[in-house]
T-cell receptor, first 115, second 110 residues
Framework: DSGVTQTPKHLITATGQRVTLRCSPRSGDLSVYWYQQSLDQGLQFLIQYYNGEERAKGNILERFSAQQFPDLHSELNLSSLELGDSALYFC??????????????FGSGTRLTVV | DAKTTQPTSMDCAEGRAANLPCNHSTISGNEYVYWYRQIHSQGPQYIIHGLKNNETNEMASLIITEDRKSSTLILPHATLRDTAVYYCIVPSYNTDKLIFGTGTRLQVFP
């Protein structure tokens, strides 16, 4: 157990639907990062939050959004789902932000299947 | 992020040392080298990082050349459980995110 908790572990949903993935960071960590891993694209950085505020953005689609709550847990919302959104979604956390901060702790991921 | 180049795949016999190379010829003087691995469909796992001195921890050793243009991750006694994709990453000084490349797929065989 890495200390980063992601729920649910598996999710199957239909095209056009909306889902929410949840991440609880390791105790004391303020930064949360979301990654998408598709079969053909490797690990893609989506977005980072630090202490409730968006810090960095990657290749995140407009149909996707995220937030970090006061208790530091984060949610990734995926809407108008397409077959191509089927992927593993990983959350990682780290104590802070900025330099010297790349020793992330990853969760075990949520496997999303869109049918 | 500084571009890194790694072999696509490598094999290693169980019990032998696994030496995974990484080229990062465009690395800047203040940029660190990080290594992660991902065992099949699990979340990536941090292994080690370094700036210019060699580093060792309970998992691995990291050897960085004097000119810092390349490094080698060493797993001293590889086991079957070390079979994974290994990523060498050099984050840019002014970025907060890790960008994963394609990594090296290490297969440890009995």
């Amino acid at each position: 157990d890495s200390g980063v908790t992601q729920t649910p572990k598996h999710l199957i949903t239909a095209t056009g639907q909306r889902v929410t993935l949840r991440c609880s960071p390791r105790s004391g960590d303020l930064s949360v990062y979301w990654y998408q891993q598709s079969l053909d694209q490797g690990l893609q950085f989506l977005i980072q939050y630090y202490n409730g505020e968006e810090r960095a953005k990657g290749n995140i689609l407009e149909r996707f959004s995220a937030q970090q709550f006061p208790d530091l847990h984060s949610e990734l919302n995926l809407s108008s789902l397409e077959l191509g959104d089927s992927a593993l979604y990983f959350c990682a956390s780290s104590p802070r932000t900025g330099r010297f901060n790349y020793g992330y702790t990853f969760g075990s991921g949520t496997r999303l299947t869109v049918v | 992020d500084a571009k890194t180049t790694q072999p696509t795949s490598m094999d290693c016999a169980e019990g032998r040392a696994a030496n995974l190379p990484c080229n990062h010829s465009t690395i800047s003087g203040n940029e660190y080298v990080y290594w992660y691995r991902q065992i099949h469909s699990q979340g990536p796992q941090y292994i080690i990082h370094g700036l210019k001195n060699n580093e060792t921890n309970e998992m691995a050793s990291l050897i960085i050349t004097e000119d810092r243009k390349s490094s080698t991750l060493i797993l001293p006694h590889a086991t079957l459980r070390d079979t994974a994709v290994y990523y060498c990453i050099v984050p840019s000084y002014n970025t907060d995110k890790l960008i994963f490349g394609t990594g090296t797929r290490l297969q440890v065989f009995p």
